[in-house]
């Protein structure tokens, strides 16, 4: 609907209309979506890379060899805190709510096995989980579990290991209220089983980022230009030999991935979507973590 709002698309879709060969697809952040520079595809859907918590714009315009149609509308929508459901995946974020994979209206599924891990998306800060709500099947032999690790990995410290019935009237545990990460890398990973019956409401939490105390970072002197960028960019640092460079999308998906050679990196997104990414660099003791925009 137009001026749909707490809602996180990732594609537009409309009718297709009588006679039109193709559309001309109008999408940004101005009130105005007829300043931007139009798509011109064939299809009657456009797949999107949003940002949170941002309001866009959009109109579409058939054309066909007579000309353009006039009079088009134009829409618009507001995005919501981006949603996380449980899967294996590794998600760079300081904003968002995490919940199990059914998501806010539904159960989680039999026969589970997904982990996991979120990275900060912001410089010298650490990944903070808060649950406001935690339904996972109790059982003498822990029947369903979701297990808690400080670190970028399974391999990391248990946090702990967690099942809560909400029939059983008992508190969140205070270690997830919030659980906050303690490593370098300022991640938390979670990994989740169910076994094959008795699917439970699951669990939501607010996913933010918070100060670190102690955890070695990085240099503060990285520099990372042009930024925003149309692809092209530069990570420079005196920290950087023989780190590991990642980079992953909004929705959590790594994109590129390559280790340092020398203090000066050069990466290529020219032929990835327009839209925010994440960096995540780690030479296994110090961590840096920021975001770049691809125009």
Sequence with gaps: ANAATNVFPTSLSWASVMGATSYDVYFGTDTDPFTNTPVNITETTFDITPDPQTTYYWAVIAKNEIGAATGCDAWSFTTSAAQYPMTNATVTTCDGVFMDSGGATA?????????????????????????????????????????????IDATAPLIGTYCQDNDVVT??????????????????????TSNGSVNKTGWSADVSCTYSSGI??????????????????????????????????????????????????VV???????????????????????KISVK
Excluded: C, W
């Design 216 to 265: 070695n970072k990085i240099s503060e002197q990285t520099r990372i230009y042009p930024n925003p960028t149309n692809g092209m960019f530069t990570i420079e640092t005196r920290d950087l030999k023989n780190s590991d460079v990642k980079i992953f999308n909004i929705s959590g998906q790594l994109v590129y991935s390559a280790k340092s050679e020398g203090n000066v990196h």
């Design 268 to 290: 290529d997104l020219s032929n990835s979507a327009a839209g925010m990414y994440f960096i995540s660099i780690s030479n296994g003791t110090q961590a840096y973590n920021t």
């Design 107 to 151: 159960a989680y599924s039999s026969s589970e096995n997904y982990t996991m891990t979120f990275l900060p998306g912001e410089v010298d800060q650490v990944i903070s989980v808060y649950f406001n709500s935690l339904d996972i099947e109790l059982g003498s032999q822990q029947y369903d579990v979701l297990k808690v690790y400080d670190g």
């Design 171 to 192: 508190p969140i545990p205070t270690e997830l209220q919030p659980a906050v990460a303690t490593n370098s890398e300022g991640a938390l990973t979670f990994v989740f």
